[in-house]
């Protein structure tokens, strides 16, 4: 049901956009952004101590296979949680959701850190995933609408790439907690999960000085309060980088509604975009499989063929290129453009990939892992782009669920027959001792990042540089012609598809 209240025409957009960076812009990067660290610590931990996991003696007697199961439990979580917190972030707000989401997350990693049984941690592992799956969809929905057009590209791909801080965090934190010289291994691994809950607890108190945004409130009928809003970042901004904001002219009219159908909402997705749905499909599907099905289980691969005892240090060197990536490759999204990147990063890393499947068996794990770094350089900057692309090419009314809605799909399918998929060839390979025999996860990854590549070459949008409300124009606003809007020369801008 759609519940109109009023009229407006509002200039925040545009005044969001001209501003400079500065140290504010920082606290909404840190206050969002950090999150991903979570989440890459929370996966390095589970693929990192597969060991500690099986070992019935000090861990809960889990298998090669529950291992996986954890794996998968952890996405279906997500995908779930996200679609389910991602309608309430477009109905409720930004800030509201994106504390929530947190909290559930903090609350399902204590619980995690006492698991008594593999079900207790299955069931925790889901109940994490719903919260990082929540998260996805409001924090990349905020950042998008917080941070100026000019620096949303590299911004949005750097934060998304920022995961692998978390991962290199707690490949290395694995390192002195398995060690039963330092740490009573009953406690090792229970440690690294209240680690975790420590760290999101600081981000929540960042987290709480992060306004709502502001293109959500003059929607929903609260444009005072976007107002206020907008007013107090510009004064902060123009204190902290000492400059004078030029006035603005673009205008948006907007119909302001307190709700949003779901109906309308689909349509718009798959009637009125229905390419730009089909290349994020692509990319969601690419990049989930390709990182879900390797990285889950890479701890087990070390360990159970290449003679491998301790994986912390090959799985930071991993991650620790991956964050590269994403960081050094991101400015080119603002600079070459989302397109050209999005082909290159995709097939490039594709490419690499089916080639380390052929080879497989001529790889040690040192020389897999340097391999493996070179592939998910690009591989990382891309995936990272993929949430990029997702939040920006659909109208806001629509955002945070267009997100959730891609994530679980593209999740669902590469996410969580990923790893149950790899966990299975690792058990049925690990019987021969033939390494050859987990080489068609990599071909289908392969397979998957490539066509994504070509997808994007074809059907990818020109963002960069470009109002969130130029590429996609809101379901709200007052238009009775063709849909357009004005870009920053007043000229008006024709959508594509």
């Not at 950042?143 to 707690?170: Q, T």
């Not at 107002?227 to 006035?247: C, F, M, N, P, Y």
Request: proline share 3%; aromatic share 12%.
């Amino acid at each position: 049901m759609t519940v109109e209240t009023g009229r407006i025409t509002t200039n925040i957009p545009a005044r969001l956009d001209r501003l400079p960076w500065a140290r504010w812009h920082w606290l909404v990067v840190v206050g969002l952004g950090t999150v991903w660290i979570l989440d890459g610590l929370e996966v390095t931990i589970v693929g990192s101590m597969s060991d500690a996991l099986a070992n019935p003696q000090t861990g809960l007697g889990m298998s090669s296979y529950q291992v996986g199961l954890a794996g998968a439990t952890y996405v279906a979580g997500a995908c779930l949680g996200a679609l389910f917190f991602g309608q309430l972030t477009d109905r409720m707000g930004r800030k509201k959701l994106f504390l929530i989401t947190l909290a559930v997350y903090t609350v399902a990693t204590v619980l995690t850190a006492f698991s008594m049984n593999p079900t207790w941690y299955l069931a925790c592992r889901f109940l994490t995933g719903t919260g990082i799956g929540g998260e996805y969809a409001a924090i990349n929905s905020a950042i998008d609408e917080l941070i100026p057009a000019k620096y949303r590209g590299r911004v949005d791909v750097a934060i998304n790439g920022s995961f692998w801080v978390g991962a290199a965090g707690g490949a290395l934190l694995t390192i002195p907690l398995l060690d039963p010289t330092l740490i009573d291994q009953n406690w090792g691994w229970r440690l690294a999960f209240g680690l975790g809950a420590i760290l999101a607890v600081g981000i929540l108190i960042v987290r709480r000085h992060v306004p709502e945004s502001p293109r959500w409130l003059f929607i929903h009928g609260r444009e005072d309060e976007a107002e206020q809003i907008v007013q107090s970042i510009e004064r902060t901004v123009a204190d902290e980088a000492g400059k004078q904001l030029h006035d603005v002219s673009d205008t948006i009219t907007i119909r302001q509604r307190r709700s949003i159908g779901f109906g309308l909402i689909a349509r718009t997705v798959f009637t009125l975009y229905p390419k730009r749905t089909v290349l994020c499909f692509s990319l969601f599907v690419g990049q989930a499989f390709l990182y879900n099905a390797f990285f889950f289980t890479y701890g087990d691969t070390l360990t159970t063929f290449l003679g491998v005892g301790q994986t912390g240090w090959y799985i930071a060197v991993f991650a620790a290129s991956n964050f590269a990536g994403a960081l050094l490759l991101s400015r080119l999204f603002d600079t070459l453009g989302r397109v050209v990147m999005l082909t290159a990063t995709y097939v490039v890393s594709g490419v690499l990939l089916g080639i380390t499947g052929f080879y497989l068996d001529s790889f040690t794990a040192s020389s897999l892992t340097l391999m493996g770094a070179i592939i998910f350089f690009f591989a990382s900057a891309g995936a990272s782009a993929a949430y990029l692309t997702a939040s920006e090419v659909f109208p806001m009314e629509t955002r945070a669920l267009c997100i959730a809605f891609f994530y679980a799909i593209g999740t669902a399918a590469g996410g969580i027959t990923g790893p149950l998929l790899f966990g299975k060839l690792i058990d049925n390979a690990s019987a021969s001792g033939d390494i050859t025999g987990i080489a068609p996860g990599y071909f289908l990854g392969s397979a998957l990042m490539i066509a994504g590549g070509i997808v994007a070459a074809f059907l990818g949008v020109k963002a960069e540089g470009k109002s969130l409300e130029s590429i996609a124009q809101p379901l709200t606003a007052e238009d009775d012609g063709p849909r357009t809007t004005t870009n920053s020369s007043g000229r008006p801008a024709t959508q594509s598809a």
